[in-house]
């Protein structure tokens, strides 16, 4: 029976080796003692797709090598855990003079970083003030990939879950946690403000979105390709009058503020009103927007979660900070 290949801790230290190196073969040759059909081999499972790996990591360019995206996805996962391994090792032989525990790793968006998330870390340090946390704001699709890879413990996204999942390639743990609706917003004394405020109260018809010339998330984030699902499905995408496309709804709120045009934001991130035009979007042309927790499940042990005792107390904090506000 052939033998069947596996990801090994040298494959994956070699890969490492070469990035850390900026794709100079001869320097790993140097510092794992490797000679040249060593590492030609080695190097032959990453640069192509086939028993080993779905998509390459790694693409030759002249004398050097680079990643590939497929490389640049896997690689802080890959990193992590090579430097982990090593300072297993460390621990090992130092008879355990090294001491503390990994970090929580931990990734949100700017606006969850700024309001649930800062509450809901507040008692978790109450409670865990030696807890060792490492708090990110990344891009949806980022996070997303993080924790699939196993560069981030937890995360919050607002993507569907079939998005969730095209994107991890691999089952995850998906909770909701907070629902939001869409609002329209622009600043107070603009002269889109009383057509704004005669919208219905209840919540504004899709149509309303060409009335106005408008501040969107970016075209990739999860939140923005609903948004346009529902609007070309109705034939109105096409009539959009689109100024600003950009990242982060405290961006485009300060763009709605300066005057640029009428923003499309998340309820939760109108906390502060004051100056502020806003109007719901109808709740059943567009669903509230659902941020939702994910994390990876222990192999093979059907509902369990991969989570270290702090992830799971954080975890834990998160939700009960949702309680709390609502």
Known sequence: MPRTLTLSFELLQTFVSLIRHEGEAAAVMRELGLNQPTLSKRLKYLQHAGPLLDRPWLVRKGKTWKLTDEGRKIWPAVEE?????????????????????????????????????????????????????????????????????????????????????????????????????????????????????????????????????LILPEPDAGVRKGLDDVLRSRGLFSKLDITLEIGGWTTILAYVRDGFGVGVVIEGACEDAQGLAIRPLDRMTFPPISAKLICRRLAGSGDELDLSDEAMNLRRFLKAGVRIRH
């Open 81 to 213: 855990l090579v430097d982990r391994y090593q300072n297993l090792h460390t621990f090992v032989e130092d008879e355990g003079k090294a001491s503390g525990t990994a970090p929580v790793h931990f990734a949100c968006g700017q606006q969850m970083a700024a309001g649930l998330v800062r509450r809901a870390l507040i008692e978790f340090r109450k409670k865990q003030p030696d807890a060792r946390l490492r708090i990110s704001t990344l891009r949806g699709h980022a996070r997303i990939e993080g924790v699939s890879n196993g560069s981030l413990d937890l995360a919050i996204v607002t993507h569907d879950e079939s998005s969730i999942l095209e994107i991890a390639r691999r089952p995850l743990h998906i909770e909701p946690l907070v629902t939001y609706r869409l609002v329209l917003v622009c600043a107070s004394g603009t002269r889109w403000e009383s057509k704004l405020r005669s919208l219905p109260k209840a919540g504004a018809p899709a149509e309303a979105l060409c009335l106005f010339p």
